[in-house]
C-alpha cells in the first residue's frame, strides 16, 4: 500500500454540530441563541436542519461561525394506531445544501410517504443529491429501525454514528453496529457524530441535549465552499470528547494519533480487530498496526476513560 494521510494534514479543524433544530420546527432555542450559545463552546459550524422547514440564514454568518443551509425530512410507517408515535418506525434525514446562495431559495419537500418503498425513497435522494443536497440517514435506533430498514439505501454520503439527543432520550444515541452493517454491503458512507438538539432543558440541566455529539472538518478556511468540499471528500471525524490528530497509512501498517485514551481499536470489515490498551491507571496516545491487506475496510474507534468516543470514517482498501 502506498502511504497516505487518511485525515488530511494541512488545513485547520472546524467544530460542527451537524443536526439541530430551532423554534422554526420544535426547538426551544432561536436561530440566534443556537449560535451563541455553540459559540461560546468553540463551535464554527452548526447545520440548521429544522424539520421539513429548509433553514438558511447568512446574516448568521461571520468570520468564525459558518451556518449550514438545511433541513430534515422524514417517511413514516402508518400509525397503526391513532396519535401513537412510540412505535411507528420512520427514517429520519437530513439533507445538506451545498450551495444556497447558487439556488437563491429553496422549501423542503418530503419523499413519498410510502413506509417500504425504499426504491422510492433512494429516487427522492437521487433527486435530491443531482439538485445539489448532500444527504445524511439519522439515528437508526431511535427511528426503531433494522438491517432490513436501511440496507438498501443508496445515496447517502453519511449517517450518525453517534446523536446526543437520542442517547439523553432513551439510551438510543450509539449506531456503530449500524454502521458496519451498511458498510458490510459494500455501501460506502461516512459517519458523523451530533447533538439533534431539541433544548426543551436549559444548559446546565443533565438533560439538555446540547454540546454532546460533535464532528471535526478538516478545511482549509471557514468558508462554504470549503466546508462543503471536505465533507464531500470525508475530510472529519465524529466524537463525544476525544480529538484525533492525525490518520495514515505509513507503508503496510495504519498509525493513529489522539488526545489520550484508554483504548485505541481498528475495526475492519471482519471479525478481526487491531487494538492498543493502556495500562490500568495510564493513557495512550497513538498507536500504530500492521495491515495483511485483506481488511476489507478499517475505521477507529479511540475511547477515553469516561466513556467517551472518536470514531474516524471507514476506509476502504480498495480504493485507497
Known amino acids: 500500500m502506498q502511504n497516505r494521510a487518511l485525515l488530511p494534514q494541512t488545513g485547520n479543524f472546524y467544530k460542527a454540530n451537524l443536526h439541530t ?34 433553514g438558511w440564514h447568512p446574516a448568521l454568518a461571520d468570520d ?4 449550514l443551509a438545511a433541513f430534515e425530512a422524514d417517511l413514516n410507517e402508518v400509525f397503526q394506531k391513532p396519535g401513537d408515535f412510540s412505535r411507528v418506525k ?35 435522494i437521487s433527486q435530491m443529491n443531482e439538485q445539489g443536497f448532500l444527504a445524511c440517514y439519522n439515528h437508526p435506533w ?21 446523536n446526543h439527543g437520542c442517547e439523553l432520550d432513551g439510551l438510543y444515541g450509539y449506531a456503530p453496529q449500524a454502521y458496519d452493517e451498511m458498510l458490510r454491503t459494500g455501501t460506502h458512507l461516512h459517519c458523523v457524530a451530533t447533538d439533534d438538539n431539541h433544548d ?9 441535549d446540547s454540546f454532546g455529539g460533535f464532528t471535526m472538518i478538516r478545511a482549509p478556511a471557514l468558508n462554504y465552499g470549503a466546508i462543503i468540499q471536505a465533507l464531500k471528500n470525508g475530510d472529519f471525524y ?14 503496510d501498517a495504519l498509525c493513529v ?7 485505541i481499536y481498528a475495526v475492519t470489515q471482519g471479525r478481526r480487530c487491531y487494538m492498543a490498551v493502556a495500562e490500568p491507571g495510564h493513557t495512550i496516545t497513538e498507536a500504530c498496526f500492521p495491515l495483511r491487506g485483506d481488511e476489507g475496510y478499517l475505521r477507529m474507534d479511540c475511547r477515553d476513560g469516561a466513556g467517551n468516543h472518536a470514531y474516524s470514517n471507514a476506509y476502504f482498501l480498495d480504493v485507497l
Not at 494519533?257 to 483504548?263: F, I, N, T, Y
Open 21 to 54: 433544530h430551532t423554534v422554526l420546527s420544535d426547538g426551544h432555542w432561536t436561530k440566534e441563541q443556537v449560535k451563541a450559545e455553540y459559540q461560546k463552546r468553540g463551535y464554527s459550524i452548526v447545520a440548521y436542519t429544522d424539520h421539513r422547514h429548509y
Open 64 to 67: 468564525n461561525f459558518l451556518p
Open 90 to 124: 420512520t427514517y429520519h434525514i437530513n439533507f445538506y445544501d451545498t450551495d444556497p446562495v447558487a439556488r437563491g431559495g429553496f422549501t423542503a419537500i418530503q419523499p413519498p410517504q410510502r413506509y417500504g418503498d425504499v426504491a422510492g425513497l433512494n429516487e427522492f
Open 142 to 162: 431511535w427511528s426503531l429501525q433494522t438491517h432490513e430498514d436501511y440496507r438498501g439505501l443508496r445515496g447517502v454520503f453519511a449517517m450518525e454514528i453517534y
Open 200 to 208: 426543551a432543558y436549559p444548559v446546565g440541566d443533565p438533560r439538555n
Open 238 to 251: 465524529a466524537s463525544t470528547g476525544p480529538e484525533l490528530y492525525g490518520l495514515e497509512i505509513k507503508g
Open 257 to 263: 494519533r489522539c488526545s489520550p485514551v484508554e483504548k
